[in-house]
Every structure is written in C-alpha cells, then in structure tokens.
C-alpha cells in the first residue's frame, strides 16, 4: 500500500515538474519559436511529395536556369531542376544526417562518459587520452581525410561524423558522473546490490539527462553546417541526392553567385533558418532544464 | 614553475608521436605505393631504377622499421612528394602556408576586436537590451553556414558595389602588402564571423565572474569612477581567460579556414588539403593534417604553460 502511494507521489511530481518546464518553455519565445521552425521545416520536407508536384531530380533542358515565378517559386537551376522542390527534398537527407550523427555521437559519448566517470582510475583516463587525441585533429579535416578514405555517400558520411562527434558530449557525462558518483544515493544503491549497469543508467543517467540533451541539440546543428559545408566543396554526400549544401555546390562557380542568386539563396536561407532555430531551442532548452536557473 | 612545463611536455611530447604513428599507419592503410611518394618523379621512371630504390629506402623491411626512418625523415624537413604534382611536399608547404596564416592572424585581430568590444558591452549591463541584441548577433554568427555569408558578402560588396576584389590573394600589379589588403578583407572578415560567438561569451561570462569579486565591491566602495573600476579593475584581471583562448584559437582558424579558403580561391593550406582529398593524394594529405594537429597540440601546451604563468593556482595544482 506504502509502495502505491510513494509510486503515485513521484508520478504527481513527475507531471508537475514536466508543467513547470513546459510553462518556461512557453513563456521563452526564441525557444519556442525555434521549436515550431524544426517542426515546421522537418515536416515541409517530410511531406515534400504533398507540397510540390515537381521531382527534384527531374531536368528540363528546355527550362534552365529560369528566375523565380508562379510556376518555380524558387526558379530553376542550370539543369532545369525545380529548386524549391530540391530544397524540400534536400531538408530531408540534410535534416536525417544531423539528427542519426548527433544520435550516434551522443550514445557513443553518454556510453563511454558513464563508463569513465564511473569508474574512473585507469579506464578513464585511457578514454581520456583516447578522446584528446581526436580532439587534437581540426574536425573538418579529419572528417575529409575519412571520406576519403571511406567514400562518399550519406551513410558513410553518418559514420564518420559519428567518429569524430563523440568527444564533447563524452567529456560532459563524463565530468557530471565524477560529481554525481560522490552523491549519497549512488552508495546507497551499491550497499543495496542493485547491480552496476542499472545505477548508472536507470539512476545516474537521468540526472545528468539535460546537458545531454543542450549537447545533442548542438551537435545537430554542428552536424547540419558541416554536412553543408562539405557536400558545399562536392566531397560530401554524392551530388545526384540533393541536399542542403549540395544545392550550393553550383555557388561555387562566381557566374552562380553573380548571375543567378536563386540558386544559392534559398538553400542558404533554409540551412541558416533551420540551424538557428535549432540553436535558439538549444539555449532555451539550456535555461529551462537548468535547475540553478 | 619549471617543474609544471616538464611535467606537460610529458603529456604533449608522448601525445605528438602517437599522432605521428596514426598519421603513418593511415597512410599504410591507403592504397598507395609508398615508392610513389618516397621517390622524386623523375627517378622514378625506371623500374629497375625502382627496385634498386625500392630496396635502398628499406620499403621492403618491417614496418616499425619504416616508420623509424620515416620519422627521422620527417624531423630533418623531409616529408616527401605529392604523388599528382611531384613536388615536395616541404615546398608546398612553404608556398602555401604563409598565404593561410595571414588570412587567420587577420581573422583573428578582427574578431577579437569586435568579439571582446561586444562582451565588455553585453558585461556591462547583463540581460539588457544591448546584452540580449550581441548575444543574439552571436547565434546568427555560428548559425550561418561560413560559405554561404561568404557569398553574401561577395554578392553585395564584390559584385553589386564593386569595393572590393571577388576572390585570389596577389593581383597583378600588387607588391606590397598595402596592395594585397583588399583580397584580405571579405575572406579574414567571413573567417572571423564564426569566431565571434566563442569570444563574445568567454568575455561575457569571465567579466561578470571578476564583476562579482569582493575586489570590485572595494573599488566601488572607494569611490572610484565606474567605468575605472570596468577597465582597470574587471577588465585587466579578465584580460588572462581572454589572452588563453586566444592561443587556442589560431590552429583551430587554420582549420576552419579550409572552406572560406574555397569561397575566395584563396591559395592556402585548405585549398591545397581540399584539392589533395579530391585527387587521393594521400602524402599531402597526411602531412598536412599531421601539421595541423601537431600545431593544435603544441599551442594547448603553450596555453596550458601561459595559464599557469598567470594563475599560480593551476600549477601548483
């Protein structure tokens, strides 16, 4: 009967913490709007096929290179290409690229963070050396020379940025475990022999779940721009799947930057609408999930 | 103090031949003939010439072997050939990398200027109006893509007002660096957006910490003007955060220069890294990366060493 009741206190109190930070959520208005930004922007792409009746890999030669108009909002590019259905399109691959990296990145760090600052000693700091090491790599560069070694393609490009994505969000769990080991209910699991795996993730992990969450939030974003970037120089996903910066690879040439402004500024603005809002929801998130705030 | 420097060069110095002994074992896994990029070109025509060579060079012995000469090698300057251009690669190193550091050593006097002027101003009156319109700014720095504000500012004061040259370093006529400064404004300026960010919360956050200080409360309660206390007294003591980022972050411009380098056809590092990865050449490849990380390596030393120099604290640690 005691246990009943205990059980339905925390769950009253689950719910009213969940109402507190729904209500801060919604009166800060930057995170708010950059929540319904990702939304809006994840589901546009998603229902892409609904939105517009053109197929974003379907040329018309006879149609090149035409400026904005009721028939191509966004124009057309050097193949005839509708570019507003290739940047709905895009969103996708750009969008599931970020989110599946900083997915990857987050459980390989939270996975590796626990077990280090766990237990701490010699696994640790090898984890450690192991994580400064990569860090001591300019990120975009070691993602080239992987693509390179790899090949190019959407999945490879996940992989690698799952490789070289971990390391942050590795340190932070790992820095809040060292804290949140010393703390009385940990010791007081052990004495009860609850076993290793169920302290760290079903008592320790949800404490230490809001940096994570800020982490992952700023990994998507990091994600998105360096996959822009690099399908940008042509070295990221293949050109024949449209994405985000892949649409802009034709900036490359200054006769596209000069003479059809259509071609890169909407892809640009999509890329920067999405990221900034994604980061106005991380710092609002960062506000909101801080109890200290 | 002494006995702090020896102690980290302990950590850095084993953490450089670790990364020299990836380096080398990543280009092993590439598949590339080593002889393609051990010999120069013209020597290597002849396949007899090969073998003979193959043998000398010690290619055909065990590879911990190998790399011990190969380290050597690499410690006395030589670091081999590019196997689609055939020139040394110390050549293209020294041809390309000044044209990088002067991009990024602009970059960063820019964003320094105007990221440290934006903290101090945000510092000043925390969540106030200006405090919420630069840290804003700030987001909308890191949030769009460095290639495409790039563009942007090619399209607006390259192309539509014609003030400045769209892209490359030298022109013609260009010999002094007075005559090279326009080719270096929209590209240190673009490098130096993505900076701002980092800079501006560092000054933020580490002014309002020193803000807090009883130090400030004396200050003020001796009845120093407000805006000495902000200069000499606040901002003097955070002046060392902000100095050890600051070395922190040349390597990681140097890195972050790769794609501005492309928007500008500007004939660095990155273009050189950018268009060996396109052509698989493998050498430049990992020397430069190998560069770059040794770099980053040697200035987190210099600012662990400079940190302790200014805070006793951390190295008595």
């Known amino acids: 009967m005691t246990m009943t009741t205990s059980a339905i206190e925390v769950k009253a109190k689950k719910t009213s913490l969940l109402k507190i930070r729904m209500k801060k959520m919604r009166s800060n208005k930057l995170a708010t709007i950059g929540l319904l930004v990702c939304i809006g922007m994840t589901l546009l792409s998603v229902f892409a096929p609904f939105i517009t009746s053109y197929d974003p890999a379907q040329m018309n030669l006879s149609n090149i290179t035409q400026a904005p108009s009721a028939e191509h909002i966004f124009g057309t590019d050097k193949l005839g290409r509708d570019v507003f259905a290739q940047v709905l399109y895009g969103g996708r691959v750009s969008i599931y690229v970020g989110v599946l990296s900083a997915l990857g990145g987050t459980i390989i760090g939270v996975l590796a963070g626990a077990i280090a600052g766990y237990f701490g000693g010699k696994i640790d700091s090898i984890l450690l050396r192991f994580s400064e090491i990569f860090m001591t790599f300019p990120q975009l560069i070691l993602v080239l020379v992987l693509v390179s070694l790899l090949g190019q393609g959407v999945n ?33 699991c052990r004495s009860f022999g609850i076993p290793t795996s169920s302290i760290i993730f079903k ?33 990221g996903v293949p050109v024949t799947t449209p994405t985000w910066g892949n649409i802009m690879n034709a900036a490359q040439s200054i006769d596209v930057v000069t003479n059809y402004w259509w071609l890169w500024l909407a892809p640009g603005i999509a890329i920067s609408l999405f990221v900034l809002a994604i980061n106005f929801l991380g710092d609002g998130l960062r506000d909101i999930l801080d109890p200290k705030q | 103090m002494l006995k702090y420097i020896i102690r980290k060069s302990l950590v850095t110095i084993p953490m450089l031949f670790v990364i020299s002994i990836i380096v080398f074992f990543a280009i092993q896994l590439s598949p590339i003939d080593p002889i393609s990029y051990s010999a120069s070109p013209d020597v290597a025509v002849d396949s007899e010439n090969l073998e003979a060579l193959r043998e000398h060079l010690g290619l055909n012995d065990p590879l911990y072997i190998q790399y011990y000469h190969w380290i050597i090698a690499v410690f006395k300057g030589d670091f081999g050939y590019s196997i689609i251009t055939g020139q040394p690669i110390a050549k293209i190193l020294a041809l390309k ?34 405090d919420y319109f630069s840290r804003n700014v700030a987001v909308l720095g890191i949030s769009i893509p460095e290639f495409f504000f790039g563009i942007i500012i090619i399209q607006i004061f390259a192309i539509q007002l014609g003030w400045l040259p769209i892209s490359g370093r030298i022109g013609v006529n260009d010999v002094t660096f007075w005559d090279r400064l326009p080719n270096l404004i929209l590209p240190s300026f673009t490098l130096a957006i993505g900076m701002l960010a980092v800079l501006l919360r560092y000054t933020r956050n580490s002014m309002l910490d020193v803000l807090s200080k009883d130090y400030i409360k004396t200050a003020r309660s001796k009845g120093i003007p407000e805006w000495k206390v902000f200069i000499f007294h606040a901002f003097r003591n955070s002046l060392g955060s902000i100095l050890v980022i600051l070395a922190f972050r040349l390597p990681m411009l140097i890195g972050g220069s790769v794609i501005i380098e492309m928007v500008f056809m500007w004939p660095g590092i990155g273009n050189a890294i950018i268009s060996a990865v396109s052509s698989s050449d493998y050498p430049v490849i990992m020397i430069t990366t190998m560069m770059l990380a040794s770099a980053i390596l040697v200035a987190s030393f210099l600012v662990d060493v400079l940190s302790a120099f200014l805070d006793p604290r951390i190295r008595l640690e």
């Open chain 1, 203 to 235: 008592h320790m992990l949800p404490n230490t779940m809001s940096p994570i969450i800020v982490a992952f939030t700023v990994n998507v974003a990091g994600f998105i721009l360096a996959e822009a970037g690099l399908s940008f120089l042509g070295l």
């Open chain 1, 156 to 188: 490879n490009l996940i992989i690698v940025f799952v490789i070289t994505g971990w390391m942050t969000t590795f340190r932070l769990v790992r820095n809040e475990f060292l804290t949140v080991r010393e703390e009385t209910y940990v010791s007081v």
């Open chain 2, 97 to 130: 990398l000044p044209a990088t550091i002067e991009l990024s050593l602009l970059a960063l006097v820019i964003s320094t200027i105007i990221g440290v002027a934006m903290g101090l101003v945000s510092a000043i009156k925390p969540n106030s109006m200006s």
